[in-house]
């Protein structure tokens, strides 16, 4: 039975000392996405919705 | 003067009173006068000699002889004639040296037997047509006169004719052409072909062509394998124009659609030592698309490279497009204004903005630069960039990279277009719903990539601290600087 722990791959040599986890806690993490998102989706809804109506209008101009 | 006059191969010297008078001769009579007009406009006093391919098989327009023009009482020649153009005086010793040829070779322009339109497939080069202080895309093609092989770089045009095609199919051409040149998932597709790609979706007859609809043009590309995306100047107001630059700087031509007429657009052209244009879209920000002053593109009813301009008065102006499409691989499931909408999210976000993590970008206003590009092409510059720190580098040598990325570089005014000071990364695979698609936020200061999401784990942002920055240059391979 392997009873290793998975290898801890490193994008750099040294990664432990050269790098540091950006949110020190695992609820500023969940905080700052939720923050980012409920800034962004109210505009992600418009995008969404201008879509919608962009595809709608194409359906009526014809190029000859 | 006519070398060769009655052979298959008659060569054209340009010179004297009525230099293209020899051209009409040689290339009569698929060759009206409204042809060789528009081969003049287009090139000018720049072609030297021609040399004239009779009894020239187009693929193109053999697809429309077969499926159309062949189905008729009085049927139209089923061969072309194909004009070959340098810019030096060649004979028929010289032709077969290519090394002596290559370079003069301007590009070809295939002669159709059809009216009112004659002008069929066509590359020339950009500098033939006098195209110079530019960004276009382009792709590459290889002509062989007579056994020696050329090889021409420029963007495939095809003028209407009329009965298969309209300015809606050869737009759609012109763009699928592009991309099957340049890149090999995409297949080669021939006119017929493509006014049949809309049978399903049309109500009447597929020919003689009315045109088509916009939606019908994206139903299209979509079947010959990409993901188009419609957008209409009504509905993305201040962004139309940029989203449009946006796109066509990722190297991805897009279909411009005016009150009744369409073109496609692959280039562009900036005023970095003006004042950008004023724009609304985002105060903070300077984005490179104020930079633009022009257009370039293919419309079918004229020649290639045809410049719209964003701010003068001519009667097709970029402010006319009423809609576009723009054909996306069909791996990029984020559009650029998603993509921008989280953009703004991050950089000026209060943890991981740029007030909050760089002293230097809050200097001065930053300038964006937003482009799609692949993770292959992202890397393959690295060394050549070295991405203003060696930390810098080595982590993006080592991250893993979806197949296609949005990047946006950060610069200042004074520092851009020659350098710039960071970027930030996101993954074009992933919709804009997922936190995941963070890949690198990159300041002078400070990188902050996602670990784990490039491992393939849950998402682990970790923050290097960066000793010391330089400027770097900006990514240069979707577009050719001329």
Not at chain 1, 12 to 23: D, H, I, M, R, T
Not at chain 2, 59 to 66: E, N
Not at chain 2, 386 to 391: A, D, I, P, T, V
Request: net charge neutral; with cysteine; charged share 20%.
């Amino acid at each position: 039975m392997n009873t290793q722990e998975p290898r801890r791959l490193e994008l750099v040599p040294g990664q432990n000392q050269k790098a540091e986890p950006l949110f020190k806690t695992k609820e500023a993490y969940e905080k700052f996405w939720a923050d980012f998102y409920a800034q962004v989706m109210p505009i992600l809804d418009k995008q969404r919705e201008a879509h919608r109506r962009s595809e709608e209008a194409a359906m009526h101009h014809l190029v000859d | 003067m006519i070398a060769q006059e009655n052979g298959l191969l008659p060569i054209v010297t340009l010179g004297g009173v009525d230099p293209w008078n020899g051209v009409a001769q040689a290339a009569s009579p698929h060759l009206d006068q409204r042809g060789l007009n528009k081969i003049q406009g287009a090139l000018g006093n720049r072609a030297k000699s021609v040399v004239v391919e009779r009894h020239y098989i187009d693929k193109d327009y053999r697809d429309t002889f077969t499926n159309f023009h062949a189905k008729k009482f009085s049927t139209p020649d089923s061969r072309c004639i194909r004009l070959h153009f340098f810019g030096a005086p060649v004979n028929h010793e010289l032709i077969r040296d290519n090394t002596a040829v290559q370079p003069h070779f301007l590009g070809y322009v295939v002669v159709r037997p059809t009216r009112p339109n004659c002008i069929g497939r066509t590359l020339l080069a950009p500098m033939a047509c006098g195209v110079t202080d530019c960004y276009l895309s382009l792709c590459k093609e290889e002509v062989s006169i007579q056994g020696t092989v050329l090889t021409v770089e420029g963007f495939p045009f095809i003028s209407q004719d009329a009965d298969v095609t309209a300015c809606a199919q050869s737009a759609l051409w012109m763009l699928a052409r592009y991309f099957s040149n340049r890149y090999h998932v995409y297949p080669e597709i021939y006119p017929f072909r493509l006014t049949a790609l809309t049978k399903d979706y049309s109500i009447g007859r597929l020919v003689p062509t009315a045109g088509l609809y916009v939606w019908q043009m994206a139903e299209a590309l979509r079947q010959i394998g990409f993901s188009p995306v419609i957008y209409n100047r009504h509905e993305h107001g201040d962004t139309f124009e940029h989203l449009m630059y946006t796109y066509v700087e990722s190297g991805i031509p897009i279909l411009a659609a005016f009150d009744n007429h369409v073109v496609t657009l692959f280039g562009h052209r900036s005023a970095f030592s003006g004042q950008p244009a004023p724009q609304t879209m985002c105060g903070q920000f300077t984005f490179s698309s104020e930079f633009n002053c022009a257009f370039f593109g293919n419309d079918d009813n004229a020649v290639p490279y045809q410049t719209l301009s964003c701010h003068g008065s001519m009667a097709r102006n970029i402010d006319k497009v009423e809609r576009f499409i723009a054909a996306l691989p069909d791996r990029v499931f984020l559009r650029a204004e998603g993509f921008q909408a989280l953009l703004m999210q991050v950089l000026l976000g209060p943890d991981v903005g740029f007030q909050a993590l760089s002293p230097i970008i809050s200097r001065q206003k930053p300038v964006l630069r937003l482009f799609l590009t692949t993770g292959r092409s992202f890397k393959k510059r690295i060394a050549v960039r070295r991405m203003g720190n060696s930390l810098v580098a080595d982590v993006y040598r080592n991250l893993p990279l979806p197949h296609f990325i949005w990047v946006c570089e950060i610069s200042h005014a004074g520092l851009y277009p020659a350098k710039i000071m960071g970027e930030v990364i996101w993954d074009a695979t992933r919709n804009a719903h997922e936190r995941d698609g963070w890949i690198a936020v990159h300041y002078p200061e400070v990188l902050v990539v996602d670990e784990g999401a490039a491992l393939n784990e849950p998402q682990n942002l970790v923050k290097f601290s960066l000793a010391s920055a330089f400027g770097y240059p900006i990514f240069e391979n979707n577009l050719r600087n001329l």
